[in-house]
């Protein structure tokens, strides 16, 4: 299973945000974005998605191009940057319509099983999060697209969902994308830079601090 994306041109206003990128994604591989703010991160999930739709790209899955928004299939789950589900939404509800096991989460993280009948307005940030992540980890999608899934987790929940995602790259193409680049460079297999609006791919941790994302002596 491979997930190519490829020239992608992307403008807003005619301010052009991404150009010529190219990134692959396979199972078995946690594939890392890193970037500084703004550079174009979570427009390439949407676009990946399907979701934004920008002036040129292709995407390929295993070498075939693949013309339709990948929202489309059943293949591709996607956690955006902020809430993936509505607040009056019981959480059980979400786990049955992303065919995850509630069951899972509650031995992976038995404190949420006092959540059992809640909805998530009536959970606390980092545990909205933390059931989201999860939903989409346990889904049965081949690709996952997670924006920023560490925000508002704490360090054992985050440390929790590294060895989920380690686990589950046995069965699915995963990117991500996070600002705790410690912990991208810790999990993924594969790390693209985005800097003036290209991709790069990363062949150590140096290329970091060579492209200016870094500073020297911040690793
Ligand atoms: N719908 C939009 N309309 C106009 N400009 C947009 C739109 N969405 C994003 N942008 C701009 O495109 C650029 C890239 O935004 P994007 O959210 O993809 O960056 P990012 O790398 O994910 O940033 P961050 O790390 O801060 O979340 C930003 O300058 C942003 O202001």
Same mark, same amino acid.
């Given at each position: 299973?491979?997930?190519?994306?490829?020239?992608?041109?992307?403008?807003?206003?005619?301010?052009?945000?991404?150009?010529?990128?190219?990134?692959?994604?396979?199972?078995?591989?946690?594939?890392?974005?890193?970037?500084?703010?703004?550079?174009?991160?979570?427009?390439?999930?949407?676009?990946?998605?399907?979701?934004?739709?920008?002036?040129?790209?292709?995407?390929?899955?295993?070498?075939?191009?693949?013309?339709?928004?990948?929202?489309?299939?059943?293949?591709?789950?996607?956690?955006?940057?902020? #809430? $993936?589900?509505?607040?009056? +939404?019981? !959480?059980?509800?979400?786990?049955? %319509?992303?065919?995850?096991?509630?069951?899972? /989460? @509650?031995?992976?993280?038995?404190?949420?099983?006092?959540?059992?009948?809640?909805?998530?307005?009536?959970?606390?940030?980092?545990?909205?999060?933390?059931?989201?992540?999860?939903?989409?980890?346990?889904?049965?999608?081949?690709?996952?697209?997670?924006?920023?899934?560490?925000?508002?987790?704490?360090?054992?929940?985050?440390?929790?969902?590294?060895?989920?995602?380690?686990?589950?790259?046995?069965?699915?193409?995963?990117?991500?994308?996070? #600002? $705790?680049?410690?912990?991208? +460079?810790? !999990?993924?297999?594969?790390?693209? %830079?985005?800097?003036?609006?290209?991709?790069? /791919? @990363?062949?150590?941790?140096?290329?970091?601090?060579?492209?200016?994302?870094?500073?020297?002596?911040?690793?």
């Amino acid at each position: 299973m491979k997930l190519e994306i490829d020239n992608v041109e992307l403008s807003f206003s005619g301010r052009k945000i991404l150009s010529g990128i190219y990134v692959k994604a396979e199972k078995g591989k946690i594939t890392g974005l890193l970037g500084s703010n703004g550079c174009g991160k979570s427009s390439l999930l949407k676009i990946i998605f399907g979701n934004l739709k920008p002036k040129n790209k292709l995407i390929k899955i295993n070498d075939q191009p693949f013309l339709k928004p990948l929202y489309t299939s059943k293949k591709v789950k996607y956690l955006p940057q902020h #809430h $993936l589900f509505l607040k009056n +939404l019981r !959480l059980k509800k979400a786990f049955n %319509l992303f065919e995850a096991e509630w069951n899972l /989460l @509650i031995s992976a993280f038995p404190e949420m099983g006092k959540h059992a009948d809640a909805k998530f307005d009536d959970l606390s940030g980092g545990e909205r999060r933390l059931t989201e992540i999860f939903i989409i980890i346990n889904s049965s999608a081949e690709f996952i697209l997670l924006d920023e899934p560490f925000t508002h987790l704490s360090p054992l929940y985050i440390e929790k969902i590294m060895e989920l995602l380690q686990k589950e790259k046995q069965n699915k193409a995963i990117i991500l994308t996070d #600002h $705790l680049y410690r912990h991208i +460079l810790d !999990l993924a297999d594969n790390i693209y %830079l985005i800097k003036d609006r290209h991709s790069h /791919l @990363i062949k150590g941790p140096a290329d970091l601090e060579k492209f200016n994302y870094l500073r020297e002596g911040m690793l």
